[in-house]
């Protein structure tokens, strides 16, 4: 079915540490990726996305990788600092009659000063 | 920011009332979006507009009435609710609509129903 997984739900980190966060998808179909960060209080932001052509993107301290085969992708933040403190959400696009985006349950990250 | 904006940001109801939320957005998009998101639960889709026309109902009971009476207004009208339906409501769009477009989110509405 549609299904998105995400972990971990929580992670804690020093700051200057670096964090990953994995994800995996059910639809072998799935071609887009979109990372979200949502601050508390605040509207879900995207930070990154990647396309099912690339293997790796990168955007300062921020990468996305992703694995079709195996149908995994990872968030990997370096240099944390405490202003990454959030809550990230990933998602993977699902076809069928009309294409739409599924979520995974997020990852509250703080960074510890 | 103001590409997406969602009225009231707070909303206290009582089961029996009616109520709306609104939505409104300024980047010129085809597509809008309602999300429900509840605590420790992934980001729910609940309906999905293109022009004007309503392509997903995610199996959303029917006391959630959505209307979208042009591309940049989207509205949840609530009658009936229960206690669980307490969440906060997002709405979002998109340049088309699917799950290959970046999709840009209000700041919620966050609803309490006792």
């Known amino acids: 079915g549609e299904n998105v997984e995400q972990h971990p739900s929580t992670l804690s980190v020093q700051e200057g540490d670096s964090a990953v966060i994995k994800c995996t998808y059910s639809d072998s179909a799935s071609n887009y990726f979109p990372w979200y960060k949502q601050e508390l209080g605040k509207r879900p932001q995207l930070i990154i996305d990647?396309?099912?052509?690339?293997g790796e993107k990168k955007d300062q301290r921020i990468a996305v990788t992703l694995n079709k085969t195996a149908k995994h992708f990872s968030l990997h933040i370096t240099e944390t600092q405490p202003e990454d403190s959030a809550v990230y959400f990933c998602a993977a696009s699902y076809g069928g009659a009309t294409n739409k985006l599924i979520f995974g349950t997020g990852t509250l990250l703080a960074v510890q000063p | 920011e103001t590409g997406v904006t969602q009225t009231p940001r707070h909303l206290v109801m009582g089961m029996t009332n009616k109520k709306s939320l609104k939505c409104e957005q300024h980047?010129?998009?085809?597509?809008m979006y309602w999300y429900k998101q509840s605590a420790k639960k992934p980001l729910e889709l609940m309906f999905v507009y293109s022009l004007e026309e309503r392509v997903e109902n995610n199996s959303v009971p029917s006391r959630f009435s959505p209307e979208c009476p042009n591309s940049s207004h989207l509205f949840l009208h609530l009658h009936t609710l229960q206690p669980e339906d307490s969440a906060l409501y997002l709405c979002?769009?998109?340049?088309?609509?699917?799950?290959?477009?970046?999709?840009?989110f209000g700041p919620g509405t966050r609803l309490t129903v006792l």
């Open positions: 980047l010129g998009h085809n597509a």
């Open positions: 990647i396309r099912s052509n690339v």
């Open positions: 979002a769009s998109s340049p088309i609509a699917g799950g290959t477009d970046t999709q840009y």
